[in-house]
């Protein structure tokens, strides 16, 4: 039954995944594709710990949290190149 579960979770996943990815390219302004491009780290982090669940391992949680980490940074200094035009001041 838990393989069911994981197979429609690894399916909606990868839907959402894709529906994210044609907003990242026909968005129709700079903050959708952000917001796309958030979404992508996000639907990754949680294809990586479905499969971490599938394999019975727990380094796929710690590289998910990794990914979450640099995910975050990564957003935050987007958002601020684009509504100041640099990132450090």
């Known amino acids: ?3 069911m579960a994981l197979n429609f979770a ?6 959402s995944q894709l529906l994210a990815m044609l907003r990242l390219v ?5 903050g959708d594709r952000i917001l796309a ?5 996000i639907n990754a982090i949680a294809m990586i ?12 949680f710690e590289s998910a949290m990794i990914i979450a980490m640099l995910g975050f940074v990564s957003t ?3 958002a601020r190149f684009v509504l100041r035009g640099d990132i450090i001041e």
């Open 49 to 60: 710990i479905l499969l971490g669940i599938r394999l019975g391992t727990q380094v796929y």
């Open 10 to 15: 690894f399916g909606a996943v990868a839907l």
């Open 1 to 3: 039954m838990i393989l």
């Open 26 to 30: 026909k968005g129709p302004n700079t």
């Open 37 to 41: 491009l958030d979404t992508m780290v």
């Open 76 to 78: 935050v200094a987007i």
